[in-house]
């Protein structure tokens, strides 16, 4: 079982789900064609999680590094939708 190190240092599971949908809000969020998003979020969401399942532990911002990465080659407009919602989170959050 992969655990996931959190940025507070706190262990949780591994739950690819969740890399899956945040990849389907940035997709929906840069406005792609349904066929479009569907084909992102299938290939970028498995190589994600093939690459996860192949550790122990994980943590949250390397998973991030590799969303991104891959998310670059394959769409910068879902990139770029990624990170204004990061962006948008943590502003949301210093409030």
């Given at each position: 079982m992969v655990q996931v190190i959190k940025r507070s240092g706190k262990k949780q599971k591994f739950v690819g789900a969740k890399i899956t949908h945040s990849i389907e809000k940035a997709t929906?969020?840069?406005k792609l064609s349904p066929a479009k998003r569907k084909e992102i979020v299938k290939e970028v969401s498995e190589?994600?999680?093939?690459?996860?399942?192949?550790?122990?532990?994980?943590?949250?911002?390397?998973?991030?590094k590799l969303i991104l990465?891959?998310?670059?080659?394959?769409?910068?407009?879902?990139?770029?939708?990624?990170?204004k919602k990061e962006k948008r989170k943590r502003i949301?959050?210093?409030k």
């Open positions: 929906k969020e840069a190589a994600v999680i093939k690459a996860c399942k192949k550790k122990k532990t994980i943590r949250s911002t390397a998973i991030r990465s891959r998310i670059e080659r394959r769409a910068k407009p879902v990139a770029s939708a990624w990170r949301k959050k210093k």
